[in-house]
């Protein structure tokens, strides 16, 4: 037969086949030309029989025909770049064919291409759980985690390839992995990590025929600022893995031909680390001589170099050579002063910080020139300095800790706390302006810290006047210093004239928050209530801080019914709301032991500690209630001793160890947590006195025990709501006291 024939059958066999799986379009359908009878070439030819298969095609076979026709439309639109359509197709064909690991790439593909990337992440994972151990899918999954920041996800997909059976560890995909790896652990500070990754990559750039690496791999490699020889080094040496970080500096400086720059600093520390002293300085010497120095750390380790060869007492003289030689470094020339400074050559180093500050504001020198002054007892001086830097950072918490260590020594100086004040009164005598906005944070920062509440406050007071824009952070700080003073009614004043500020709607939601705290502590629940219902009405949607602080209010004032149900409602609606909701739970289950439910208390806890055995606050508060009721005692002392081994300073956990070895008989041992407790500034509490009453009536110590019970009292009473059970209980202990005592005297003076 003539090929064009042979050709012409061909091109009939595929029309025939595609118009068996293709869907017709809406036009066409019903109306094939080869539905229903024989197949004729020309119209007197004698007709085909048509074909009657042996096995006919089942619902199975057509609808994997019809996906394969599908995935092949979906294949000749990307071919002519109509992507659009070819995704179209592709997500046809998985839907009739699901589970398909090559549809699924397509339709990847597809997406990324028409920068779907939310789509093409589905898919990824979808893929992922088709085939766990398909590891370059794996890693594009673990890509695309990074660009979305999803750094955990990423870590699990990019684990989970490197991991997998199927990748060989000997490949240049493993080294890539790797190299993925240790970019976003050395990013988070895993540095262990990052430096296990570095290990393959490092090993196979000095062995590419090891890995079978192909020369664009390992330029990728190279150039990647990431996985560089000089950053591969600089991670080795924060794990302190001396000999890889050597190998990896020197060739970072084989491939720089011996110019100096940062690997010198790199080789520096490297040396110090391996104690070889002597080959550290000349590498810092080396890059000094670079003039490439940025910061301060090639300095302290200069100072620590000399400090080890027992050369400090030269430090100056050798950073006055580096100022001559590069006279425009201003961190040399800083560190030159504070070298001065630790010398005592207070004028030289004057002189320094002085020309610092010419050429603009510097942290540094403002703190410099402080501590000089403050050698010098010149409190304006140091005043005008040291708050210039205070107000740049007064909001960052904590504080920087040159700046913190400042703060402290001034805190404990009362000379100069009066003479700061005395100073900033006179400048505001006509009243408060801008530029004394920075001295009046600092003063009130200082004198709030020597617990001089009254003169804090007035000087918070006088900075809102000095620069209202900062209002909102300024009746912060004083509300703030009210409620750490126990002043809650002058906290909830402060908090209110905050809330009522035309100027400070944006915060007014917070202010309520902190004015229904501060109402509660000062023992207005209603009002609390209220101010925390405008709060919430200000928030649509709502959120969990102000939906926790409502039930707590009813917790502390101890209305636990309707606490119950809050707490309840709250758990509902915010489950995974985390601190809140664990804090909710305990709560609540302390709310079911106050109403007298203590099983619903109990399988809180213990439901919380199956999920979370290591935690010590479910620890101490299940072993304390166990303890309470007498139940599950050795148990009980395991859990509570876990608590205050973790945290041998908590009054709370103390207490509970003293109360279960109470219950179980060991009185002494008991009276010694106790005492320890209440020898804590937090540990000034009515029910701990209450247990240590307990343990020396145990032991038959009466003038002891009256007098932890009389103390239990006079804390109880003090309370804004007093728990009127434990008053009755303590008061009823100290009568049958009383009362046995007398008995006893009444028993000794009988006749015989």
């Known amino acids: 037969m003539a090929r064009p024939l042979q050709e012409f059958a061909l091109a009939m066999s595929v029309v025939v086949v595609f118009s068996s799986v293709l869907p017709a379009a809406e036009e066409d359908r019903g109306s094939s030309v080869f539905e229903g009878r024989p197949y004729q070439l020309q119209r007197l030819d004698e007709p085909a029989p048509l074909l009657v298969p042996v096995n006919p095609r089942t619902v199975e076979l057509d609808q994997r025909n019809t996906a394969a026709a599908w995935f092949m ?59 766990p ?23 699990k997909y990019l684990e989970q390839a490197r991991n997998s059976p199927k990748l060989k ?50 330029d990728e490699l190279q150039k990647h600022k990431s996985t560089s020889y000089e950053q591969i080094g600089q991670v080795f040496l924060q794990a302190k893995r001396n000999d890889r970080a050597l190998t990896a500096l020197e060739m970072a400086s084989t491939q720089r031909n011996g110019k100096p720059g940062g690997i010198n600093y790199l080789l520096a520390q490297l040396y110090f680390q391996k104690e070889d002293y002597t080959a550290a300085q000349k590498q810092i010497d080396i890059f000094f001589g670079s003039k490439l120095v940025k910061g301060r750390g090639p300095y302290r380790l200069l100072q620590q170099i000399l400090v080890k060869t027992e050369q400090e007492d030269s430090l100056a003289t050798r950073l006055e050579e580096l100022v001559k030689n590069d006279p425009t470094n201003r961190e040399v020339k800083a560190f030159l002063a504070e070298a001065y400074l630790e010398q005592d050559r207070l004028e030289e180093a004057e002189e320094i910080f002085t020309a610092t500050l010419k050429d603009g504001p510097s942290p540094a020198a403002y703190l410099g020139l402080a501590q000089i002054y403050r050698r010098q007892m010149k409190a304006a001086d140091l005043l005008e300095n040291i708050s210039k830097f205070y107000v740049q950072v007064w909001q ?30 006179e400048q505001t005598t ?27 406050a007035e000087l918070y007071r006088l900075a809102l006047k000095a620069n209202p824009a900062q209002a909102a952070t300024v009746y912060r700080a004083l509300g703030e210093l009210f409620m750490a003073a126990e002043l809650y009614t002058e906290a909830a004043a402060v908090y209110r004239e905050a809330a009522d500020k035309p100027l400070l709607q944006g915060a007014k939601p917070d202010n309520l928050l902190r ?19 405008d709060a919430i009405k200000l928030v649509p949607g709502g959120h969990p801080l102000l939906a926790f602080r409502e039930a707590w209010i009813y917790y502390h004032a101890h209305r636990m019914t309707a606490a119950a149900k809050k707490f309840e409602s709250f758990i509902a609606k915010y489950p995974k709301s985390e601190p809140w909701t664990k804090q909710a739970k305990f709560s609540l289950s302390a709310v079911y032991v106050q109403l007298g439910d203590f099983k619903r208390g109990e399988d809180i806890l213990e439901k919380f500690l199956a999920e979370n055995p290591d935690d010590i606050g479910v620890n101490n508060d299940l072993g304390y209630l166990y303890a309470d009721q007498g139940k599950n005692l050795e148990k009980a002392r395991k859990m509570i001793q876990k608590a ?3 945290e041998p300073e908590n009054a709370a956990y103390l207490d509970s160890l003293g109360w279960v070895l109470f219950k179980l008989g060991n009185y002494k041992e008991a009276i010694s947590w106790l005492t320890k ?76």
């Open 644 to 646: 205050v081994d973790a």
């Open 515 to 533: 004015l229904a705290l501060a109402l509660e502590l000062s023992g207005e629940t209603d009002p609390a209530l209220e101010a925390l219902a």
């Open 430 to 456: 006509d009243g408060a302006h801008a530029e004394h906005f920075g001295k009046l944070l600092f003063v009130a920062e200082v004198v709030e810290g020597a617990e001089r509440t009254e003169d804090a």
């Open 133 to 155: 151990d398909d590891f370059q899918l794996l890693r594009q999954l673990g890509v695309e985690m990074v660009r979305g920041r999803k750094l955990d996800q990423a870590i």
């Open 677 to 752: 407790a209440t020898d804590l500034e937090t540990g000034n509490d009515a029910t701990i006195w209450e247990h240590l009453g307990d343990c020396y009536n145990a032991i038959k110590d009466a003038r002891e025990a009256k007098k932890a019970w009389n103390k239990a009292l006079e804390l109880v009473k003090e309370d804004t709501h007093p728990d009127e059970e434990l008053i009755k209980r303590v008061e009823e202990k100290l009568k049958t006291q009383k009362s046995d005592i007398g008995k006893v005297k009444s028993e000794s003076t009988d006749e015989p």
């Open 73 to 131: 439309t979906g294949r000749l639109h990307q071919q002519r770049e109509r992507f659009a359509e070819a995704l179209k197709a592709y997500e046809k064909s998985a839907a009739i064919q699901p589970g398909s690991i090559e549809i699924i790439r397509a339709m990847i593909d597809m997406a990324l291409r028409l920068n779907q990337g939310e789509k093409a992440l589905k898919y990824a994972i979808d893929a992922v759980k088709l085939d």
């Open 396 to 425: 960052q918490r904590p504080l920087p800790e040159p700046l913190a260590t400042e703060l402290e020594v001034l805190q404990k100086d009362k000379t100069f706390q009066d003479d700061f004040l005395k100073i900033i009164r």
């Open 169 to 218: 560890e000997l490949s240049g995909f493993y080294v890539l992995i790797n190299r993925d790896l240790g970019i976003i652990y050395k990013g988070l500070g895993e540095i262990e990590k990052a430096a296990d990754a570095y290990e393959i990559v490092l090993s196979a750039l000095l062995d590419p025929n090891k890995y079978g690496l192909d020369r664009r791999t390992r």
